[in-house]
């Protein structure tokens, strides 16, 4: 059974930083890519940022740009996001979801973790 | 604004048939694959449709998906109550480099 189970989110000041974690199972993490998935409170789903499963790709949304980083370490089955500079528009609960491929352009994700809330405010 | 364009609402009697578009353009439905998720109230989002018209194993075939052009829908048929939610289209973007969502569609069954 595919689980994924992200972790890291809290309240941080404006300015600050943040990692979040996803911890994978049921599956060969390395053979996926990663995305992750924004959803601030009461609105729509909001495409973060996508790693290729050997780590060596990866795509932004430009409003996070130079300011998140994702990354992967397959030997841990885990992914993370490094979110630095954050703003109270980064407000948001913070879904994980594998995706159906290996390499990118992502096709679709198959299944989502549940979720982490990050609040961004002083 | 979101990139792909759907209705902010959709309604239905139980048993009836909804459909619920997704509009986009030549860099994202028009060249790319076409996903919809399904997120009941309080949930992480789920796959529903994969691949424009592809069913994960699970969904029942009262969903199904269609693609012609830039556009793309859902169908949804012998409407029940327990379908009342959330349900969003995607697609990769080649000019973006990235996934682009719907602002989703909120489905109530009367």
């Known amino acids: 059974e595919v689980q994924l189970l992200e972790s890291g989110g809290g309240l941080v000041q404006p300015g600050g930083s943040l990692r979040l974690s996803c911890a994978a199972s049921g599956f060969t993490f390395s053979s996926y890519a990663m995305s992750w998935v924004r959803q601030a409170p009461g609105k729509g789903l909001e495409w973060v940022s996508v790693?290729?499963?050997?780590?060596?790709?990866?795509y932004y949304a430009d409003s996070v740009k130079g300011r998140f980083t994702i990354s992967r370490d397959n030997s841990k089955n885990t992914l993370y996001l490094q979110m630095n500079s954050l703003r109270a528009e980064d407000t948001a609960v913070y879904y994980c979801?594998?995706?159906?491929?290996?390499?990118?352009?992502?096709?679709?994700?198959?299944?989502w973790g549940q979720g982490t809330l990050v609040t961004v405010s002083s | 604004q979101s990139v792909l364009t759907q209705p902010p609402s959709a309604s239905g009697t139980p048993g009836q048939r909804v459909t619920i578009s997704c509009s986009g353009s030549?860099?994202?439905?028009?060249?790319?694959?076409v996903s919809w998720y399904q997120q009941l109230p309080g949930t992480a989002p789920k796959l529903l449709i994969y691949s424009n018209n592809q069913r994960p194993s699970g969904v029942p075939d009262r969903f199904s998906g269609s693609k012609s052009g830039t556009s793309a829908s859902l169908a949804i048929s012998g409407l029940q109550s327990e379908d009342e939610a959330d349900y969003y289209c995607?697609?990769?973007?080649?000019?973006?480099?990235?996934?682009?969502f719907g602002g989703g569609t909120k489905l109530t069954v009367l």
């Open positions: 030549s860099s994202n439905i028009g060249s790319n694959t």
């Open positions: 995607a697609a990769w973007d080649d000019s973006l480099n990235g996934v682009v």
């Open positions: 979801a594998k995706e159906s491929r290996w390499d990118l352009p992502t096709r679709w994700s198959d299944y």
């Open positions: 790693v290729s499963g050997s780590g060596g790709s990866t």
